[in-house]
């Protein structure tokens, strides 16, 4: 499985940006995708996660209500769209492939995209 993150920027406090995922590789409408960010210094964290049907979707409490996490099948491409962003949402955005189901925690995936940055200023 390969995998492109887009859609990263600057944007300024209360903005909203879409970042784009797109997979190749395998069947993508088999697997879980999910969304994780990494800020300088660090952990990489969970911000949220779809089902291969995209009927289940998860989000980190952090993020919940403002970002909006949805895939096209028939596009091989998974979104994050994020809403209302603060200067702590600032990160390198990662997306990646779960082909188990869909993890919560970054050991749960298998593959990785190169990550996008999202920098919100105050």
């Known amino acids: 499985v390969q995998l492109q993150a887009s859609g990263g920027g600057l944007v300024q406090a209360g903005g909203s940006l879409r970042l784009s995922c797109a997979a190749s590789?395998?069947?993508?409408?088999?697997?879980?995708m999910g969304w994780f960010r990494q800020a300088p210094g660090k952990e990489r964290e969970f911000v949220a996660a779809?089902?291969?049907?995209?009927?289940?979707?998860y989000y980190a409490d952090s993020v919940k209500g403002r970002f909006t996490i949805s895939r096209d099948n028939a596009k091989n491409t998974v979104y994050l769209q994020m809403n209302s962003l603060k200067p702590e949402d600032t990160a390198v955005y990662y997306c990646?492939?779960?082909?188990?189901?869909?993890?919560?925690?970054?050991?749960?995936?298998?593959?990785w995209g190169q990550g996008t940055l999202v920098t919100v200023s105050s």
């Open positions: 590789g395998r069947t993508f409408s088999s697997y879980g």
């Open positions: 779809i089902r291969w049907s995209g009927g289940s979707t």
């Open positions: 990646a492939a779960d082909l188990m189901g869909v993890g919560r925690t970054k050991n749960d995936y298998n593959y």
